[in-house]
């Protein structure tokens, strides 16, 4: 039979009312008889009733984190830090996989909804004003990660212009003066834009050439985009002896199109990606690339939106984090230099 808040109570030689304030949070207890219940909660495994829970406090003690690819290497780590300060704030998760889809992505929020979540993690893709209007609707709070919005929402995330800027001047103090970059959607405002257009900037920071044929777009940002987006970038510019490419996995599908071509990285090819996942440290060359702090990212977001729900912070300011280049063994000095 599964333990009760009586047997807890009676565990700890308290009263009911403390043991259930202790598992809601409030107020009104010493720390010494906190931590006598928590310690009468593990030694009986008892489990608080998350419904009986959700009537003290009105909450039912979720979060709802919503990813446009829950598959992806970013996803995973972003959402590893969002688990964290969620399993800190008391609080358990429900992801959803958009898919990028418009559909899905109102179909889970209503989904969401009926669940009564007390917040939300939105992630990578754009706020449309359907998303916004069943925001409002729900009212609760929600938090924006590695994506930002015209609507006021705080977010946290990378500056993609800057980062894509630096990744860009990076190959040029190595000499490079032909550089390429593979690059997302002209129609995703996130990270497809702002990347290509700092890819531009810096060119042009340094009196370099740049045109249409600098870049090659692409929908996604997996590993077949990038390995399908260079023979087309080499057709445009058969001279390239560097390449930014805006995710990491674009990267290193551009080294497997490299080797298939008998083109050798860095030697003949330097190649910088963007995002610092795992990976990219396991490839070979191993990659030199864009460090998002994609988990703190997350941790970060998860923290802002317990604060919110928990009223410890009535506004919320978005964040921008910090990059840096992680240099590796994917690009070296231009022979031109």
Known sequence: MNPTIKDV?????????????????LPGYSED???????AIEALGYQPNAIARGLINKRTQTIGVLFPEVSGMLSSEVLEGVENAAHDGGFSVIVCNTASSGKRTVKYLRLLQEKRVDGIIFASEDVTEEYYKIFQEMKVPVVLVSTASHYELPFVRVND???????????????????GMIGGSVNDPIAGVPRMKGFEEALLAHELPFSANHITTNEGYRFQNGKE???????????????????DEMAIGAMSAAHQLGIKVPEELSIIGYDNLKIAEMCYPALTTVS????????????????????????????????????????????DK
């Open 33 to 39: 008889t906190k931590k006598k219940v928590e310690e």
């Open 9 to 25: 109570a009676r565990h700890a030689n308290v009263s009911i009312a403390t043991v259930s304030r202790i598992i809601n949070g």
């Open 229 to 247: 987006s260079l023979p087309i970038l080499l057709e445009h510019l058969p001279e390239m002896t560097a390449l930014f490419a805006a995710s």
């Open 161 to 179: 212009f800057e980062g894509a800027f630096q990744a860009t001047e990076y190959l040029i103090n190595k000499g490079h003066k032909k550089i």
């Open 292 to 335: 998002q702090p994609l988990k703190d990212m997350g941790q970060t977001a998860g923290d802002i939106l317990v604060k919110l729900i928990k009223g410890k912070e009535k506004e919320a300011e978005s964040r921008y984090m910090p990059f840096s280049i992680v240099e590796r063994q994917s690009v070296s000095e231009s022979r």
